[in-house]
């Protein structure tokens, strides 16, 4: 009886929600979340919030109400933004207050 159970021959068929997840994870391996995002760029995910009010920031695809971010896009994204080196900048030296007309007391 023992034999019966512990038997390899006779393996249960995955269940409708594995499948349902294994799929899920394909599909969505190429994807980021918010969460997900912000934590690999380093930021807040308030930062994408606000990115995502002012139109900035990496393309991203709605589903419902999940907000997801393609990896590649993020890559692109990401390009788009490199800067050449610049020059580093030198504050001129100030000498005191800026002209400022003065009435004159007459």
């Known amino acids: 009886m023992l034999k019966l159970l512990t038997d390899s021959t006779h393996e249960v068929p995955p269940s409708a929600d594995t499948q349902e997840a294994s799929t899920s994870k394909l599909v969505l391996k190429e ?6 995002l912000a934590q690999q760029l380093g930021i807040s ?3 994408i919030l606000r990115w995502q009010a002012l139109r900035k920031g990496p393309p991203r695809v709605c589903v419902g109400r999940t907000i997801l971010y393609s990896i590649q ?7 788009s933004r490199e800067q050449e080196q610049q020059a580093p900048f030198r504050l001129k030296k100030s000498r005191g207050l800026p002209n400022r007309r003065r009435s004159r007391a007459y």
């Open 31 to 36: 994807f980021l979340r918010r969460d997900e």
């Open 73 to 79: 896009s993020v890559c692109d994204w990401l390009h």
């Open 45 to 47: 995910p308030r930062t």
